[in-house]
């Protein structure tokens, strides 16, 4: 019979543990997807900016290529090209400046 007695002392502290961790944590404000987005653009515009830019080319030369526009096509593939080197540009940027920020924190 101690033993069973044992274990049932042994479970009571862990199932206070999470009682308590629930009080803890009850006032924690958790991040939803539209405001973490928003808080992303507001950190760097640039990248959605570069998004946008690529897209449009993508889908302009897409459809002068379909009209048989080919050297329209042509020039708005390669300006897709230099708009996703400026994304990604921006992304290295962003991610540089959120890391000194991050040192300055500290």
Same mark, same amino acid.
């Given at each position: 019979?101690?033993?069973?007695?044992?274990?049932?002392?042994?479970?009571?502290?862990?199932?206070?543990?999470?009682?308590?961790?629930?009080?803890?944590?009850?006032?924690?404000?958790?991040?939803?997807?539209?405001?973490?987005?928003?808080?992303?653009?507001?950190?760097?515009?640039?990248?959605?900016?570069?998004?946008? &830019?690529?897209? %449009? *080319?993508? /889908? !302009?030369?897409?459809?002068?290529?379909?009209? +048989?526009?080919?050297?329209?096509?042509?020039?708005?593939?390669? &300006?897709?090209? %230099? *708009?996703? /080197? !400026?994304?990604?540009?921006?992304?290295?940027? +962003?991610?540089?400046?959120?890391?000194?920020?991050?040192?300055?924190?500290?």
């Amino acid at each position: 019979m101690p033993e069973a007695t044992s274990t049932v002392a042994a479970a009571q502290p862990a199932e206070l543990e999470w009682i308590q961790m629930r009080k803890d944590y009850a006032n924690l404000h958790v991040e939803t997807t539209k405001e973490k987005m928003i808080r992303k653009v507001n950190e760097n515009p640039l990248v959605p900016i570069g998004c946008g &830019a690529t897209l %449009l *080319a993508l /889908g !302009f030369g897409l459809w002068n290529f379909r009209q +048989g526009r080919t050297q329209m096509s042509q020039y708005l593939m390669r &300006a897709r090209i %230099l *708009a996703q /080197g !400026f994304t990604v540009v921006a992304l290295v940027v +962003g991610v540089g400046m959120t890391y000194v920020k991050k040192d300055e924190k500290k």
